[in-house]
């Protein structure tokens, strides 16, 4: 079963950079999830929604794109070519740098901003995203 960045992408695309969703992000959940799970199991239920989360939640760097896919039923999806993209910002709680986790807010040209929350190495992503651009630019 392919994943869905690598479904789509086109001729000559490749993925340059993988993100990934931190388990720091999720510890509310898994924390929720222990203390209620003496009740009935209803705990299960936070482990499962935090796990479901991490699996589906895919972002990648392409050498033309970048590419953001969440949900499992229903999807949603941020697909931004990589010279369209103004800026792209960091934020960071402190618990976000302390355990290297944050959200990157990408902003393109005629987007509205695209969010993307609990994503490990956001400094890691950016970097590899600066580069891309780069030499997306140098490689029309």
């Known amino acids: 079963m392919t994943s869905y960045v690598e479904g789509a992408l086109v001729k ?4 340059l950079h993988v993100g990934r969703v931190s388990m720091w992000s999720l510890s509310g959940l898994i924390l929720l999830g222990l203390v209620l799970l ?3 199991g209803l ?3 936070f482990w499962i929604a935090a796990y479901i989360r991490y699996k589906t939640t ?3 760097i392409t050498s033309k794109r970048v590419i953001a896919k969440f ?3 229903s999807r949603s999806t941020v697909e931004i070519n ?3 993209v103004e ?6 709680s402190m618990l976000g740098r302390l355990f290297n986790f944050g959200t990157l807010v990408i902003s393109g040209a005629g987007n509205p901003q695209a969010p993307i929350p609990g994503i490990s190495s956001p400094m ?3 970097r590899a995203f600066m580069e891309a651009q780069e030499q997306a630019r140098s490689n029309p």
């Open 43 to 45: 705990g299960l239920i």
């Open 12 to 15: 000559d695309e490749k993925i």
């Open 71 to 73: 949900g499992f039923i």
């Open 38 to 40: 003496p009740l009935f």
């Open 124 to 126: 890691e992503f950016r």
């Open 82 to 84: 990589i010279n369209k």
């Open 58 to 60: 895919e972002l990648a």
């Open 87 to 92: 800026s792209l910002q960091v934020d960071q």
